[in-house]
Structure formats: C-alpha cells, structure tokens
C-alpha cells in the first residue's frame, strides 16, 4: 500500500497543478484597449507679408593707397641733410624736400663743363676765321669754281660745332645732377618707411625710402556673385566713357577696441574675375582719410582690415524669412490651414546668415498669408498634424483632439 501511495502521490500532484494552470488560463481576465491620440508638436509660426528689402552687400579688404613709390636717387652721393618730415608717418606736400645729397662734385662738374665750352668756342671761332681766309685766299689765287669742303675747312668747323654743342649739353647735364642732389616730394603724401639717414653714401638706384599718396584710399572688396546684380556698379567702356552708377560703401573696423565707421563708394571694377574664387572684384574709395576730424574718428591706416557694407537695390514685394526656419536645399515648412505640415523648396534672391530673401511674386512661392513654420523639427513629415502658436496667437487648438478654445485661421 505504500508503495503504491509512493508512486500514484506524485502524479496526482501534478495532475493537480496541470489542471490549475489550464483553469488560470482559460479563465483569465479580458484587457482593455484604450487608443491614445496621435501626438501634437507645439510649433511657431508667422504669417507670410510682403515688404521691402534695402539689399546691404557685405565684404572686406584692407586699405591700399591710390600711390606707393620707392624713392631712388639719379646721381650718387652722401646724404647730408634729412628733412623732418621724411620719418616714417611723417606727412609731406609736393615739391617740399626730403633729403639733401653733397652738391659739391655737381657744383665742380658744372664749372669744367663751362671750362671746355669756352675752349670749344675758342676753338670754332678760330676754324671759322680759317675757313673765311682759305676762301678770301681762294678768290686772291684768281682760282675759278667753288673751293672744296677741305679747302673751306668745313669739317674741322662741323667738328668744332659738335664740340661747343657737345659742352654745352654737359653743362646741362651737371646743373640736372646739381638739382637731383635734392631730393623733392612727388605728390602731398606721407612716409611709409625710411631706409637711409644722415652721412650713408648712396648710388644711383639706392632705396632712400618709400612714399604714398594721402588725397585718397582704395579698397579692394570681393563681391558674390548672386549678389552683385542687385548693386549699381560704375563700368568703364573702351571709348573712354565711364558709367555714373555709384554704390555708397560703410567701411568698419575696430580701433584701440572702438568701433570706428568710415564711408566712401565704390569708383571702379576690376576687369578680371578672381581665378581662385571667381568673384569680381569692386575698389571702393575714401576721399582724405587722413584729415582731422571734427567727430575724433580716427584715420585709416595702409594695410588695415575693414569690413564693408555696400548699399544696393530696394527690393520690392519679398517675403523675408528667418534662416532657422530653413532647412537644407532652401525647403521650407509650411502650416496649413487644417495644422498638417506641407514642405516647399523655394528660391532665394539673396540671403545671409540670419535670413533669405524670396520674390513673392515667384511661381514657387508661398502666398501672401500662408503660414511659414518657425520651430526646427527634424522629422517633419508631410501633413503631420502639429499645433502651431502663429504671431503670438494659439491657432486652431481643437485639431488637436481637445474642445476648440480659439477662432479657425482663413487659409
């Protein structure tokens, strides 16, 4: 008997537990469903107008002057004299002078070329009074015909002539090395770097220093291309007409940690386009930059870097959008009138780091009151349903699957 208890107890143990996990089973209790509503993304949004846009072209360079010259000597000698002025920022006017060389082997070379004049006139005095005796002496003879050219003696007066002609251009020469030992002024300017002093020997040739115009500054600024057009450039034609296009240039720069503004416009472009970045180059100018001014704004330095702001077209009927509304490749995201997202690429006229401009009256636009879709959402997808707040204002808050708490925007 116990063996058989032994052996039936386990099985009924099991039987037992297999007949409760089939009644857990069969009789457990039914789930509730519930169906949660799709989720709705809180966006910004504005409303598309039409305006106006003042086109700014912005660019930089440094400042050039209009003239640098390197200051050589024609004749060769020692420095004895060096105006005050002629120290590196030092200012000049035309014709003042600069340096002194040594006069006196100039002054010495003059009065021997007038020594041999004199000797050369003597010289042909004497050869025409021969030549005038051989033909008195010619005619005394009783000889017909005209004498000979050796008779007259006419080429020992050609060469006497050559000789006084000959003295007389080594005086002129002496007296032109005798006014280059003074060394003048080209043009009002100021001194960018001097390179010899008082007692320095120079030659012909020798750098004495380098020089530049101050009536005025040139600035090269590189212009993109797509904005360019809308810029009034002056051009230049090859009968020597030049178009009287202007376009007014702001130039900015920092100076001792202060912002400083100077303006000028552009006066020329250059006929070539940059290989490198293939952009036209314009050359902005600036009249008397150096002049003291009544505000204190300081004075431009060769060199410098400025930022420049060129003032172009007004632009017309444009819709300007934020740059953090657009996504790559120009795609926009527009909110309808039903809060589904629609995407559109459109075209910019012009753009820069905080915002693009589009032609309103372009195919691909969107209309005046479409709504333009301000919050970045990485996967928008077409017509997911969002709730936008446009212009401040919650808009259509009731597609969202709550009670309408606010009027429906006109699409």
């Excluded at 003696?153 to 007389?168: G, H, N, S």
């Amino acid at each position: 008997m116990r063996r058989f208890l032994r052996a039936i107890l386990p099985l009924a143990i099991l039987g037992m537990c297999g007949f409760c996990a089939w009644w857990f089973f069969t009789n457990r209790p039914e789930l509730k469903t519930m169906e949660l509503p799709p989720a709705v993304v809180r966006v910004e949004g504005t409303a598309f107008r039409k305006t106006t846009y003042p086109v700014i072209v912005h660019s930089q360079g440094t400042v050039q002057p209009r003239t640098r010259s390197t200051l050589l000597p024609e004749v060769s000698a020692k420095v004895i004299e060096v105006s005050p002025s002629f120290r590196p920022g030092g200012f000049f006017t035309t014709n003042d002078i600069l340096l002194k060389l040594d006069p006196v082997d100039y002054e010495t070379a003059i009065v021997v070329a007038k020594a041999t004049l004199a000797q050369a006139e003597v010289i042909l005095a004497e050869e025409q009074a021969k030549a005038g005796q051989a033909r008195e002496s010619w005619r005394t003879l009783g000889k017909s015909g005209e004498p000979g050219p050796l008779v007259l003696r006419v080429p020992q007066v050609a060469k006497a002539e050559a000789d006084v002609a000959a003295a007389k251009a080594q005086i002129a020469k002496s007296e032109r090395d005798l006014e280059r030992t003074i060394i003048r002024a080209p043009y009002d300017g100021q001194v960018l770097e001097q390179l010899v002093d008082v007692g320095q020997f120079v030659t012909q040739g020798t750098p004495l220093g380098k020089i530049f115009a101050v009536d005025y500054v040139e600035i090269r600024l590189p212009l993109p291309e797509r904005e360019m057009q809308f810029l009034n450039l002056p051009e230049r034609f090859r009968d020597g007409q030049v178009s009287t296009a202007s376009a007014p240039v702001t130039l900015k720069s920092l100076v001792d940690g202060k912002p400083a503004t100077w303006t000028g416009s552009i006066v020329r472009v250059e006929s070539a386009i940059d290989e490198s970045t293939r952009q036209i180059t314009a050359v902005a100018q600036v009249n008397d930059p150096y002049a003291k001014q009544s505000d204190g704004k300081p004075t431009l330095k060769i060199g410098q870097f400025l930022e420049a702001e060129i003032e172009g077209e007004n632009l017309a009927d444009v819709f300007i959008i934020p740059r953090r509304a657009v996504r790559a490749g120009n795609e926009i995201i527009l909110i309808t009138g039903e809060n589904k997202l629609r995407r559109l690429t459109v075209d910019p006229l012009i753009s820069n780091g905080e915002q693009i401009v589009i032609s309103a009256n372009s195919p691909n636009s969107p209309k005046e009151g479409d709504v333009l879709c301000l919050t970045p959402i990485p996967f928008a997808a077409e017509g997911a349903t969002v709730l936008p707040t446009i212009d401040g204002a919650l808009e259509n808050p009731g597609t969202a699957g709550g009670p309408p708490q606010g009027g429906r925007r006109s699409s």
